[in-house]
C-alpha cells in the first residue's frame, strides 16, 4: 500500500483533536478540475497564449493572465528560512496528563487534569544546516513543542540536550554566527567541524557542558522519536496558593534513547539525507505512534540559593539526585502533516506563550528568547502569523490587535480600542482566569553582569563526562577528535585543547595525540576532576523496562532458492512486534523458494529493493534465512557481503539460519565469532550480536534476534 493511502486508512482510525477539527476548515475540498487563483476554470497550464502561424512558435504575449499569474505566484513560493533549526519534521499528537500530581506545583489546567486531552504539533529540527541539508548531522536536535491548551496557546521550544552552549542571550548571534557556514565561502553545511565553531567555543568556556553533550552520541540520534527533549531554561509554575516553583521540563521516549555509531551517521547523510523525516513518517503510518512521558523538576522559590550552580544558569542541568523528576503525563503523535509548507515550515513558535499558571524565571538566555522568537516569526511570515491554521488556538481570540499584512478576522462592530463604553472585550481578572504575572520582588544595580555562580563552566562538564560508559566517552573522544582535525588553525586545535585540560586530563590527551597541538603537552589537568556523576545522563539509563523491537527496520536477505516458510515466520513475528520487514533481494520483484524455478507460478516473496537499491545504514537488524541456493547467490555478491560487514561494524544484529549461517561463516567471514553451524541443531547461539542456529523453530529465532535488534 503507498504511503498516501496508508495515511488515509490510519487517519480514520485515529481519534481526532480539536486542533485536527480545527484545520479542516482550510482543507482543499478536492475536485477532478483546475481553475485560477480566483476560481476561473482553466482550458489550457501548458502552452503561453502566442502568435503563431501554426509551423513555428511566435513570441508569447504579456496579455496572458492565467500564464502571469502561474509564473508569478511561482516566483514567490520561498519564504525566509528560519535562521536557525531551518531543517525540520513535524507531526500531530496529543497531550494527557496521567494524575494530579503537579497540582502542588501549578493551577494550569494542560499539567494538572487527567480528563483533558490537549492536542499538541511537534516540529523537530537539526540546528545549522539550510533547509536542504541532511537529517542525520553531528547536531543538537530541536524538539518544540505547541499545546493548543483551552487557555490559549503554551509552546515549549526545547532541544535534545538539557544545556545550552552560553548563559545570556546577548552572545546568541555570535555562536550562530560562529557555527553556521563561515561567511567568506558558505562552507561547512550541516557541520561544526570548522575554524569558526572552535574558535568561539575556546573562547567562551561557558560553552564547555554543551559541547561534551553534542559531541556525545547524543549529537547523532537514530530517530527523533528515541531523544529526550528538554525544555532547556528554567521556567516556572504557580500554584492555586499563590506559591511559585522554579522547573525544568523535560520528555522521556517511550523506546529509550539511542544514536547511530559516528559511520553510520556520515554515510546516510549522502545514502538518505531525509532519514529522520521519513523514519518519523514511516512509524506514524504504520501505527508505531512515537511516545514521550512528560516531567517537571521543581524547586520552591525559597530554595533558589540552596545550590552551588545557579538554578537560572542554562549551562547547568539540575542532577535528579538533588531534583528527581517527577513524572506527570505523555505525549503521543499520531498524525503526520498533509502538506508540509502550512503545516511545518509555518508553524511559530515563541518561548513567550504561556498560559495562566505557567510563567518564566530570571534566566538571562529565556529573557532574551522571549523577545526573539515574535520578532523572528514576524520576519518570516509577517505580523499576522498568528492567524495561519497551525498557529491560531482552539479556543476564541478577542482583542483590539488589528491590521497589518494579510489580516484573515473580521471584526464586526464599530469599536477597536479600551476602554470603550459598550464594555467588549473586558480585561479578565486572574480570579477568573486573566493571566497575571507573579508579584516578583526585584532589587538592584542596573549593570551589564551575570550571577556570581555564573562564572564557573566546568564542574557540570565534567560531572556528564564522568558518567558515560566507558565506550560512550571512548566516541566523545573519537567525536571531539574529529572536529577538531577538520580546524586547520592550530591555533584553534591548540586552545580547545587547553580547555579539555579543564575537564578531564585523559580527554585532552586522548584528543591531542589524535589531532596534535604543540604547546598544550601538560601533565597536570588545569583543575582536578571532581570525579562525581550521576547515572541519568548517560543515555543507557533510558533503555526501555521491556526490549521491545516497536518500528525498527529489519531486512531479510535473500536470493532465489530461499526457505519460504521461515520467511513468512519471520514476517508475522516482526508485524506483531510494530517492526517493519524488508526483503533485500538480487532484483525487485518476486524472488522464488526452494525447488522452484525462477519465473513459476508458484508463491515467492517480492522484494522491496535489489542489493543495490539500498544500504545497510538504513536497517536496524538483519536476517539470513536458510536455503542452499539462496545462500551460494549471496555469496558470490560482494555488496551482500559487504552489507552484513558493514552491520557487523555498526553494532547491529544479525541472524542467520542453516545455510544462511554457512553464508556468514564462509562468505562474509566476521572476526572472532562463534556460530552455531549444524543444520540439524536448534540451539542458538549469540556471539557479538550474531545469532545462528541451524534449524529452526522459526519462533525462537525470531524472539532471539529480534531482542538483540532491540540492543539487548
Ligand atoms: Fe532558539 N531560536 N534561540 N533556542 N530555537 C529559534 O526562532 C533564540 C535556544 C529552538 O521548530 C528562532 O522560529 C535565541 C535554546 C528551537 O520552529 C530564533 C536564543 C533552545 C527552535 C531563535 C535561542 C532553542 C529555535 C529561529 C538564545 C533550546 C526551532 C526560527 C537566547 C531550549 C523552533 C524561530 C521551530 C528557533 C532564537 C536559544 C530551541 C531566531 C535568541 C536555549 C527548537 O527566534
Redesign the pocket.
Known amino acids: 500500500m503507498s504511503l498516501t493511502a496508508a495515511l488515509k486508512e490510519k487517519v480514520t482510525a485515529v481519534a481526532e483533536t480539536k486542533k485536527i477539527a480545527d484545520l479542516q476548515r482550510d482543507i482543499i475540498k478536492q475536485e477532478n478540475y483546475l481553475t485560477s487563483d480566483l476560481g476561473v476554470k482553466v482550458s489550457d497550464t501548458d502552452n503561453w497564449l502566442k502568435v503563431s502561424d501554426g509551423k513555428t512558435s511566435g513570441p508569447s504575449l504579456l496579455e496572458d493572465h492565467i500564464a502571469r499569474e502561474k509564473i508569478h505566484r511561482f516566483d514567490h513560493e520561498r519564504i525566509p528560512e ?5 531543517r ?1 519534521a ?1 507531526a500531530h499528537g496529543y497531550f494527557k496528563v496521567h494524575n494530579d500530581v503537579a497540582k502542588k506545583y501549578t493551577f494550569a489546567p494542560v499539567l494538572t487534569d487527567p480528563s483533558r486531552t490537549t492536542p499538541t504539533f511537534v ?3 537539526t ?1 545549522q544546516g539550510s533547509r536542504g541539508s541532511a537529517d542525520t548531522v553531528r547536531d ?1 536536535r ?3 513543542v505547541k499545546f493548543y491548551t483551552e487557555e490559549g496557546n503554551w509552546d515549549i ?3 535534545d540536550i538539557p544545556v ?1 552552549f ?1 548563559q ?2 546577548m ?3 555570535d555562536i550562530v554566527h560562529a557555527v553556521k557556514p563561515e561567511p567568506h565561502n558558505e562552507v561547512p553545511t550541516g557541520q561544526s567541524a570548522h575554524n569558526n565553531f572552535w574558535d568561539f567555543a575556546g573562547l567562551q568556556p561557558e560553552s564547555a557542558h554543551m559541547i561534551m553533550w553534542v559531541m556525545s552520541d547524543r549529537g547523532i540520534p537514530r530517530s527523533y522519536r528515541m531523544m529526550q527533549g ?4 528554567t521556567y516556572t509554575l504557580i500554584n492555586e496558593k499563590g506559591e511559585r516553583f522554579f522547573v525544568k521540563f523535560h520528555w522521556l521516549p517511550e523506546l529509550g534513547v539511542h544514536s547511530f555509531v559516528w559511520d553510520e551517521a556520515l554515510k546516510i547523510c549522502g545514502q538518505d539525507p531525509d532519514f529522520h523525516r521519513k523514519d518519523l513518517e514511516e512509524a506514524i503510518t504504520n501505527g508505531a505512534f512515537p511516545k514521550w512521558h512528560f516531567g517537571i523538576q521543581a524547586i520552591p522559590e525559597a530554595r533558589e540559593h540552596d545550590f552551588d550552580f545557579d538554578i537560572l544558569d ?1 549551562t547547568k542541568v539540575w542532577p535528579e539526585e538533588l531534583v528527581p523528576l517527577e513524572i506527570v503525563g505523555e505525549m503521543v503523535l499520531n498524525r503526520t502533516v498533509d502538506e508540509y509548507f502550512p503545516e511545518v515550515e509555518q ?5 513567550s506563550h504561556v498560559v495562566p499558571g505557567i510563567g518564566f524565571s530570571d534566566d538571562p ?2 529573557q ?2 522571549n ?3 515574535f ?3 514576524v520576519s ?1 511570515l509577517g505580523i499576522n502569523w498568528q492567524e495561519l491554521p497551525i498557529n491560531r488556538p482552539v479556543c476564541p481570540v478577542m482583542n483590539y490587535q488589528r491590521d497589518g499584512k494579510m489580516r484573515h478576522k473580521i471584526h464586526q462592530g464599530t469599536i477597536n480600542y479600551w476602554p470603550n463604553r459598550a464594555e467588549q472585550f473586558r480585561p479578565v481578572s486572574p480570579k477568573d482566569g486573566g493571566y497575571a504575572e507573579y508579584p516578583e520582588g526585584v532589587a538592584g544595580m542596573k549593570a551589564r553582569m551575570r550571577g556570581e555562580k555564573f562564572k564557573e563552566h566546568f564542574n557540570h562538564a565534567q560531572l556528564f563526562y564522568n558518567s558515560l560508559a566507558e565506550y560512550e566517552r571512548q566516541h566523545l573522544i573519537n567525536a571531539i577528535s574529529f572536529e577538531l582535525s577538520h580546524c586547520d588553525d592550530p591555533v584553534v586545535y591548540e586552545s580547545y585543547i587547553k580547555v579539555l585540560h579543564n575537564v578531564d586530563l585523559n580527554l585532552a590527551k586522548q584528543v591531542k595525540i589524535n589531532v596534535g597541538g604543540s604547546d598544550v603537552d601538560s601533565k597536570e589537568p588545569a583543575r582536578d576532576n571532581h570525579g562525581k556523576s550521576t547515572p541519568t545522563l548517560s543515555q543507557l539509563y533510558y533503555a526501555p523496562k521491556e526490549p521491545t523491537i516497536k518500528s525498527r527496520r529489519i531486512a531479510i536477505l535473500v536470493a532465489d532458492g530461499f526457505d519460504l516458510a521461515q520467511v513468512e515466520g519471520l514476517r508475522a513475528a516482526i508485524k506483531a512486534g510494530m517492526a517493519t520487514s524488508w526483503i533485500i533481494g538480487p532484483r525487485r520483484g518476486w524472488i522464488y523458494p526452494e525447488d522452484v524455478d525462477v519465473g513459476s507460478k508458484m508463491r515467492g516473496v517480492w522484494a522491496d529493493h535489489h542489493f543495490e537499491g539500498q544500504r545497510s545504514t538504513l536497517f536496524d537488524a538483519f536476517i539470513v534465512p536458510d536455503g542452499r541456493k539462496s545462500a551460494e547467490t549471496l555469496a558470490e555478491n560482494g555488496r551482500t557481503i559487504h552489507w552484513i560487514r558493514e552491520a557487523f561494524g555498526h553494532c547491529k544484529a544479525i541472524g542467520a539460519i542453516g545455510e544462511g549461517v554457512s553464508f556468514l561463516r564462509e562468505a562474509v567471514m566476521l572476526p572472532g565469532i562463534e556460530y552455531n553451524t549444524k543444520l540439524d541443531s536448534d540451539e542458538v547461539v549469540t556471539s557479538f550480536g550474531v545469532v545462528t542456529v541451524g534449524k529452526v523453530s522459526t519462533s525462537t529465532l525470531a524472539a532471539d534476534t529480534l531482542k538483540i535488534a532491540e540492543g539487548e
Do not use: E
Request: glycine share 14%.
Open positions: 528560519r535562521v536557525v533549526h531551518a525540520g513535524g516540529r523537530f529540527s540546528v543538537v530541536g524538539f518544540a521550544v526545547g532541544n545550552f552560553i545570556d542571550a552572545k546568541f548571534p528538554f525544555g532547556v531554561n542554562a508553524v511559530a513558535f515563541c518561548t538566555l529565556l532574551g528568547r523577545f526573539s522568537y520578532d523572528t516569526q518570516r
